[in-house]
Every structure is written in C-alpha cells, then in structure tokens.
C-alpha cells in the first residue's frame, strides 16, 4: 500500500474536523497517523488497516468522553435545547382537544400543547417545558417547591 494513501486520509480527516469543530473525525485522523508509520516501518497491509481501526476506536471510546467533558463544557445551550425544562407562563388556554394554546418562556411565545390530553392550563398558570415538538413546546403542571 502506498503511504500517501494514509496522509490524504490523515489530511481528509484533518480538514474534516476543521470544518466541523465537532471532536467528530480527528480520532480516525490519529489512527491514520499510526498506519502511516506502520506503512513507513515496512508492515504489512493487514496490520496497517487493523492499527488504523484500533487506535482510531482506542481514542474514540477513551479520550472522546474526556474531550468532551473538558474541552465542550463551555458550550451554552441554545435554542430548541434551552427551552426544554424551563417555566412558561400560559398566555392563552392550552387545551389539546380544541388545539390551543400558548406560552411564553424568557419573552418568546410558543405554541403550547399539554403532555396530558385531558389537562387544561389557563391564562397565567406556569408550566415546565418537558420537551419540543416541531414549533410547540408540550408542557406539565409546574411542581411546586
């Protein structure tokens, strides 16, 4: 096997990762790395290609929990991923069967549905966004603290 193949892949991976900034591809950019070597040290085709999957799945599964945690903690949730768990405070009737209802969280309003079909929230009640379907939070009865 030529070892240019392993650099474009080390490049292709690389650039990918770059585009990406996702800690999504740079584990098989290491792995290609190690099979380059492999290649340069004279092995053989088969123990390239196991190296590359090994060490590629090595760091992947050891060192991604890791970066994650460490390097992404900063990342602030936004959008669809904030609203979810938050107080709304119902500013028309939510009411699943006659399909309406309203809500605003942090000054947006949303369209609103009940995660219970039979529940009715009225006009000024607070809720908690249990999650997000499409353009409508669905929401619960707020617990009391």
Do not use: C
């Not at 474009?8 to 690389?14: A, T, V």
């Not at 492999?38 to 890791?66: D, K, Y």
């Not at 009225?122 to 499409?134: A, I, N, Q, R, Y």
């Amino acid at each position: 096997m030529n070892p240019m193949f392993w650099l474009i892949l080390l490049i292709i991976f690389i650039v990918l990762e770059l585009i990406s900034l996702g800690l999504t591809t740079i584990w098989f950019a290491g792995g290609a790395l190690i099979a380059y070597i492999a290649n340069v040290a004279g092995l053989n085709e088969i123990v390239q290609i196991v190296l590359f999957f090994a060490v590629s799945l090595v760091l992947l599964f050891f060192t991604r929990p890791f970066a994650q945690k460490y390097i992404n903690k900063g990342t602030t949730k936004t959008n669809v991923e904030a609203v979810t768990g938050k107080t709304a405070k119902v500013v028309e009737e939510i009411d699943n069967i006659n399909s309406t209802g309203k809500a605003v969280i942090e000054g947006e309003e949303w369209m609103a549905r009940s995660i219970n079909d039979n529940e009715i929230f009225h006009v000024g009640e607070l809720v908690t966004v249990s999650e997000v379907k499409g353009v409508k939070i669905i929401v619960k009865k707020k617990e009391e603290m």
